[in-house]
Nanobody, 126 residues
């Protein structure tokens, strides 16, 4: 069982930056072979994958809409995954969720992930 807790959301102006954190915990948890992903859901829209990372080798994938602006990273010692979000746009406004799955191969589809956090609100507005 994996528990995930997101933090770091908030209100930011267009062009600004935020860093989200996802802390993973669980009995005897080791994140050696997991996919950890960030997903987001805007009002009236489906939840979508933003970026996902393999804890095995650090490989990552990004949605086209965030490439070059967002960076995912992992601190294995802290069981924490980060999402650095730069050059934020109003269309990035959404609830951001962290999710985890036992790694088969790196993928970033919502249906593949078993464990979810409660989400953190990101609002980009002037």
């Amino acid at each position: 069982q994996v528990q995930l807790v997101e933090s770091g959301g908030g209100l930011v102006q267009p062009g600004g930056s935020l860093r989200l954190s996802c802390a993973a915990s669980g009995p005897g948890l080791s994140l050696d072979y997991y996919g950890i992903g960030w997903f987001r859901q805007a009002p009236g829209k489906e939840r979508e994958g933003v970026s996902c990372i393999s804890t095995k080798d650090g490989s990552a994938v990004y949605a086209d809409s965030v490439k070059g602006r967002f960076t995912i990273s992992i601190d294995n010692a802290k069981n924490t995954v980060y999402l650095q979000m730069d050059s934020l746009k109003p269309e990035d406004t959404a609830v951001y969720y962290c999710a985890a799955e036992e790694l088969i191969r790196l993928r970033c589809e919502t249906w593949a992930y078993d464990y979810w956090g409660q989400g953190t609100q990101v609002t980009v507005s002037a």
